[in-house]
């Protein structure tokens, strides 16, 4: 049975990234809400980073008391998140584009909370791991409705076609390390709650902050590879944070 046809195939290969609406039931959603309210829960009364969990910068880049960035390694500081990336409905449409035999790896929650949550600015993800792998595919989760507003995935269409990593550089303020893009050239990708966003680890994608005063975004993000693609960083059967699915 195919779960992508020969138009999606070849719009991965053109664009780097497939949107699917909806693709998580309507109960799985809310069963997640509640576990990741949890982690928003616990880092309200945090003063530091603490482990996986991460908080907002200041703009001397000191760590704002209370306010959750992200859960680096979500799936090894809950283990019920990783039922979620190991959704058939995910895995036989990413087995489809990388082949069988798939791992996970990088898992992360970004909560965006309302009034200035941050996410990330423009950036490949091939980046941080070293590598311009064709073959790892990334994956966005959006748990809640996204717009432009509470800042929405934006990407540059087929800036991945030439597995070609630009150059990023940190921002203070921020976590992690950016790139510059052409704006002109964005793409926003607003999505009801449920939809999953695959795309190469090579396409050039970011989002802006949450400027909604209601609204937070909260969204998962991991990256599937075959299980034989080895990663000096992220070597299989030694880094925590990296599981076999399929």
């Known amino acids: 049975m195919s779960f992508l046809n020969e138009s999606e195939i070849k719009k991965f290969q053109a664009n780097g990234y497939l949107v699917f609406e909806k693709l998580i039931p309507e109960s ?17 009364n945090l ?10 910068l200041d703009e001397y880049s000191k760590p704002i008391p209370g ?27 990413i087995e489809e584009l990388a082949g069988p035999n798939i791992d996970i790896f990088g898992t ?21 791991f070293g590598t311009n792998s064709s073959e790892i595919i990334s994956c966005g ?9 509470n800042g929405c995935l934006q990407v540059i269409p ?20 950016w790139t ?8 926003t990708l607003p999505v009801p709650a449920g939809s999953v966003v695959l795309f190469s680890a090579n396409l050039l994608h970011g989002a802006s902050d949450n400027r909604s005063l209601t609204r937070a975004r909260y969204s998962t993000a991991w990256h599937y590879i ?3 693609l080895s990663l000096e960083k992220f070597p299989r059967g030694v880094f925590k944070d990296r599981h076999t699915v399929r």
């Not at 799985?28 to 309200?44: I, K, N, R, S, T």
């Not at 003063?47 to 907002?56: G, Q, R």
């Not at 992360?108 to 941080?128: E, R």
């Not at 510059?180 to 793409?187: E, I, P, T």
Request: charged share 25%; glycine share 6%.
């Open 180 to 187: 510059q893009v052409n704006d002109a050239l964005r793409k």
């Open 67 to 93: 306010r959750l960035h992200k859960v680096q390694g979500v799936c090894v500081t809950d283990k019920r998140i990783l039922a979620l990336a190991s959704q058939n409905e995910i895995l036989d449409r």
């Open 47 to 56: 003063k530091n980073h603490k482990e996986s969990y991460f908080l907002e």
């Open 226 to 228: 075959p299980s034989n």
């Open 28 to 44: 799985y959603v809310e069963y997640y809400l509640d576990v990741l309210d949890g982690m928003v829960q616990y880092a309200e």
């Open 108 to 128: 992360k929650f970004f909560p965006k909370l309302a009034g200035g949550g941050t996410s990330t600015n423009w950036h490949q993800d091939n980046f941080y």
């Open 141 to 149: 989760i959006y748990l809640h409705d996204t717009d432009e507003e």
């Open 158 to 177: 087929g800036s991945h076609s030439e597995n070609q990593i630009f150059e990023h550089s940190p921002q203070s303020g921020r976590h992690g390390s």
